[in-house]
């Protein structure tokens, strides 16, 4: 599959900003051009978001962050990009022009995606030399949780640039669907100024106020269509008849007048300020960024619970979460380095983020062992335990687990663990795991595990094959001749 190698972002604000977002914490490089004085801040305060959401969301390796860098000029940024991403306010004379400008400095063989949330690509790609390779690449806010791109195609563009954008999407965790007539406003938009018109309405009425049209969404429907959308969730309403009893009984309805979808509210200040008055209230305080890092704890409890799902096999956009993470177990969570048995093996580095700790800014007990897990894992792949032998029906099980705190780690702390390899048999792993202050050294927590080798679809204990025995054999061997390490042994209360 073809990957993204290094991408391009011209305009990081919201929308832009997002797209920074999610290329770097899919380990890609990006160049970054935005004339906006506080672009560095503003950007640096959504990836800052972004970090604590992806922390919540999953407990794959994700491959190390790519490199951010800010270009003074347009030309030096979407040098050698392969996606460049447009992402400048909608104007269609602005977005002709710095489009136009990316089309001449950018590579040949470059894709360019406009975040456009309306305008037709025909009218963008106007004036460009390389019309064919450009699309619009419409996404919703915010971009590094919300997995959907709408790509739409301009007369020009060519069918190997739609489908190279689709697949490019794909290993940086994102759904790309495919709006085949370019109209517009797209789809997605076309449903949003739908709804939008008719609240207007109804706060320009007096019907409501703006948090309670807020909560008949969120409370109803709005967790129907989070999984299901718009006509599956209809079908179900028509139910054992389906989707054709159930357009014979309310498709009536759509005479009625109802709405007011073919009417325009005039949005006069009066309007705008009993919005603005009334939205200013249900806020009650909080400010932008508090509010973005609610929706993002919301929307990960959304995509978690979709990716669990009744069955197991996970659901819409959980479904498509699953798939992710599983592309990202595949690698491992970028290069493994050379064993070297001559001591514990430093398996996994990281910092502790702000969704790892508690009130007191103390890493939480679970993270511990969310570390401690990953420690485990990690020596899995070493010695052959990887997705595809565990998709074959093999794994190893942790089955028992005994975890000393022996120190603090901090909000931003940079700490690392260690594995030695205790004994191994047939069936059986014994792995004493160190969580270590980088800087410092010192140790901060040890956790001893018994991992046993099972056969995932009988359900029991068998011996592992001898291509995992020998790697971890080889390990063990090594390590016998270490110092046993503090602590191995050790029982919950017994003394020093």
């Known amino acids: 599959m073809t990957r993204i190698t290094k991408a391009a972002c011209i305009g990081g604000g919201v929308i832009g900003g997002g797209w920074i977002a999610r290329f770097l914490l899919a380990g890609i490089d990006v160049s970054v051009f935005d004339p906006h004085p ?18 919540m969301l999953t407990g794959a390796p994700l491959p190390p962050r790519g490199r951010l860098t800010f270009e003074t000029s ?30 001449a400095a950018a590579r040949p063989d470059a894709l360019i995606g406009s975040s456009t949330s309306g305008l037709l690509p025909s009218d963008l790609q106007r004036d460009m030399k390389h019309p064919e390779r450009l699309f619009v690449a419409h ?40 709006i085949v007539k370019e109209i517009e406003a797209f789809v997605g938009d076309r449903l949003l100024e739908a709804l939008w018109r008719e609240a207007l309405w109804l706060i320009h009425d007096d019907i409501c106020t703006v948090e309670t049209l807020d909560d008949v969404i969120r409370y109803s429907f709005g967790l129907r269509w989070a999984q299901m959308g718009l006509f599956q969730t209809y079908r179900i309403a028509g139910g054992e008849a389906g989707m054709r009893h159930f357009l014979a009984q309310f498709g009536p309805c759509l005479a009625w007048p109802w709405t007011k979808l073919t009417d325009v509210v005039d949005l006069d200040d009066a309007l705008i300020e009993k919005i603005g008055k009334q939205s200013d209230e249900q806020a009650a305080g909080l400010s932008i960024r508090a509010l973005e890092r609610i929706r993002d704890e919301n929307l990960v409890g959304i995509l978690q619970a979709l990716k669990a799902g009744n069955d197991g096999r996970g659901w819409g ?12 177990w595949a690698a491992g969570g970028g290069k493994t380095a050379a064993i070297d048995p001559s001591g514990p093996l430093k398996l996994v580095e990281t910092k502790v983020s702000p969704a790892w700790v508690d009130y007191n800014s103390h890493m939480t007990e679970h993270r511990y062992l969310q570390v401690f897990g990953d420690t485990s894992d990690a020596l899995l792949r070493l010695i052959g335990v990887d997705l595809a032998y565990v998709e074959a029906g093999r794994s190893y099980y942790t089955v028992e687990t005994h975890i000393r705190h022996l120190g603090e780690a901090k909000l931003g702390q940079a700490i690392h663990s260690t594995c030695q390899i205790l004994a191994v048999d047939d069936k059986r792993l014994h792995l004493f795991h160190t969580i270590c202050d980088t800087e410092s050294g010192a140790v901060l927590a040890t956790a001893e595990q018994m991992l046993l080798h099972v056969d995932t679809e009988a359900g029991k204990a068998t011996p592992a094959p001898a291509a995992v025995l020998d790697k971890a054999n080889l390990i063990a061997t090594a390590h016998a001749k270490l110092p046993p390490p503090d602590g191995a042994g050790r029982h919950v209360g017994q003394k020093r």
């Not at 506080?38 to 922390?55: D, H, P, Q, T, W």
């Not at 347009?74 to 489009?99: C, M, N």
């Not at 919300?146 to 965790?173: D, Q, Y």
């Open 38 to 55: 506080e672009a560095s801040r503003i950007v640096g305060e959504v990836l800052a978001n972004a970090e604590k959401a992806y922390a």
């Open 74 to 103: 347009l030309q030096e940024a979407v040098s050698g990009a392969d996606w460049i991403q447009e992402s400048v306010p909608e104007r269609l004379d602005l977005k002709r022009r710095v489009l136009t400008e990316i089309d």
């Open 139 to 178: 996404p919703y806010n915010p971009v590094y949780l919300l997995p959907l791109v709408e790509i739409v195609g301009g007369e020009k563009t060519s069918k190997a640039t739609i489908e190279a954008a689709m697949e490019r999407l794909v290993p940086i965790g994102m759904k790309g669907v495919h």
């Open 317 to 328: 956009a959980g479904q498509l979460l699953k798939d992710f993470e599983r592309s990202l």
